[in-house]
């Protein structure tokens, strides 16, 4: 017997949103696309471990379990309880989004991803907004280094403008604004056990595992 026949008494919509619950998938922690070890001496194996297997797997049981509690509140038309579940999904959503895309935006130490480009439409569009990559770099770790208390710093392209941009987001927010090109955790769980205090520092090393060939995909994708 079908679900929806299962549910007669529902109201068509109610039975609609039911089955669709049903049938959407989890979301699932993704694996990390090259071995907990090889950002050192960037970021070593202790954070990765902790950083990928504990943090962002809560944020992916947080998304689930607030999308559970979506399809709930919104079978029994709870619009108070809908408004009150948004912090939930924000802050899971947005941790989910922002470290796929960060685990993505880190390759090996010494690898050829890490290897800023001389030419192609990236190396293009920073020597046209930044005059340079140092110069990228320095106004980047800057403004990240100003956030206060936990969020990101990206590197984001405007569609706008039509111009590469660096912005911050406070805590798990996601970056709506800008199409993503890079990303810099800021969160203490990103750097604490390897700089402790000193995230100036953990800002100048993570540039040696930066994907610049991620970037360029990002970015070509973005164009």
């Given at each position: 017997?079908?679900?929806?026949?299962?549910?007669p008494?529902?109201?068509?919509?109610?039975?609609?949103?039911?089955?669709?619950?049903?049938?959407?998938?989890?979301?699932?922690?993704?694996?990390?696309?090259?071995?907990y070890?090889?950002?050192?001496?960037?970021?070593?194996?202790?954070i990765?471990?902790?950083?990928?297997?504990?943090?962002?797997?809560?944020?992916?049981?947080?998304?689930?379990?607030?999308?559970?509690?979506l399809?709930?509140l919104?079978?029994?038309?709870?619009v108070?309880?809908?408004?009150?579940?948004?912090?939930?999904?924000?802050f899971n959503?947005?941790?989910?989004?922002?470290?796929?895309l960060?685990?993505k935006?880190?390759?090996?130490?010494?690898?050829?991803?890490?290897?800023?480009?001389?030419?192609?439409?990236?190396a293009?569009?920073?020597?046209?907004?930044?005059?340079?990559?140092?110069?990228?770099?320095?106004?980047?770790?800057?403004?990240?280094?100003?956030?206060?208390?936990?969020g990101?710093?990206w590197?984001?392209?405007?569609?706008?403008?039509?111009?590469?941009?660096i912005?911050?987001?406070?805590?798990q927010?996601?970056?709506?604004?800008?199409?993503?090109?890079?990303?810099?955790?800021?969160?203490?769980h990103?750097?604490y056990?390897?700089?402790k205090?000193?995230?100036?520092?953990?800002?100048?090393?993570?540039?040696a595992?930066?994907?610049?060939?991620?970037?360029?995909?990002?970015?070509?994708?973005?164009?």
């Amino acid at each position: 017997m079908s679900l929806t026949r299962a549910l007669p008494r529902a109201s068509l919509a109610r039975r609609t949103l039911v089955v669709a619950a049903a049938a959407r998938g989890k979301h699932t922690l993704p694996d990390l696309p090259y071995a907990y070890e090889a950002l050192e001496p960037s970021i070593s194996k202790q954070i990765m471990t902790l950083h990928h297997d504990k943090h962002h797997a809560t944020y992916v049981a947080g998304l689930n379990a607030a999308e559970e509690n979506l399809a709930k509140l919104q079978a029994a038309s709870d619009v108070k309880g809908l408004i009150s579940l948004q912090a939930a999904l924000k802050f899971n959503g947005g941790g989910h989004i922002n470290h796929s895309l960060f685990w993505k935006n880190l390759a090996p130490t010494g690898s050829q991803e890490t290897q800023q480009p001389s030419s192609g439409k990236l190396a293009d569009q920073v020597k046209k907004d930044f005059g340079s990559f140092e110069n990228l770099i320095t106004e980047m770790n800057a403004k990240t280094a100003g956030i206060q208390g936990s969020g990101w710093g990206w590197l984001g392209y405007s569609p706008k403008t039509k111009s590469l941009e660096i912005v911050t987001t406070a805590n798990q927010d996601p970056l709506l604004t800008h199409v993503p090109i890079l990303g810099i955790d800021i969160w203490e769980h990103a750097f604490y056990l390897d700089y402790k205090n000193v995230k100036v520092d953990y800002l100048k090393n993570i540039w040696a595992v930066m994907n610049w060939a991620e970037a360029e995909k990002r970015l070509a994708a973005a164009l």
